[in-house]
Nanobody, 112 residues
Framework: VQLQASGGGLVQAGGSLRLSCAAS????????MGWYRRAPGKQRELVAT???????NYADSVKGRFTISRDNAKNTVYLQMNSLKPEDTAVYYC???????WGQGTQVTVSS
């Protein structure tokens, strides 16, 4: 497994979760890392990405609520999700852009 994602779960609307995705040092050092999600009946969509130098990019739907970060010492990318909404319910996947590696997906469920 190239990317190992964790941290999903069930939370009430307005709550918070933090997702983590660990990679090998080589993959981490060469890739923009990202989080994507797929909600039931919908196509996979971008949530956020962060470049090797730490520049983030967010989907409009999560701006101001989610924060992506990367810890280069731990080869891990995080997605801090605050003020969660039921429409954030999805399977979240981490991605290493250059190698096109995908994590196994972690379920996030937000109840109303």
């Amino acid at each position: 497994v190239q990317l190992q994602a964790s941290g999903g779960g069930l939370v009430q609307a307005g709550g918070s979760l933090r997702l983590s995705c660990a990679a090998s040092a080589r993959i981490f050092s060469l890739n923009t890392m990202g989080w994507y999600r797929r909600a039931p009946g919908k196509q996979r969509e971008l949530v956020a990405t962060i470049t090797i130098r730490g520049s983030p990019n967010y989907a409009d739907s999560v701006k101001g609520r989610f924060t992506i970060s990367r810890d280069n010492a731990k080869n891990t990318v995080y997605l801090q999700m605050n003020s969660l909404k039921p429409e954030d319910t999805a399977v979240y996947y981490c991605n290493a852009d250059r190698n096109n590696f995908w994590g196994q997906g972690t379920q996030v469920t937000v109840s109303s």
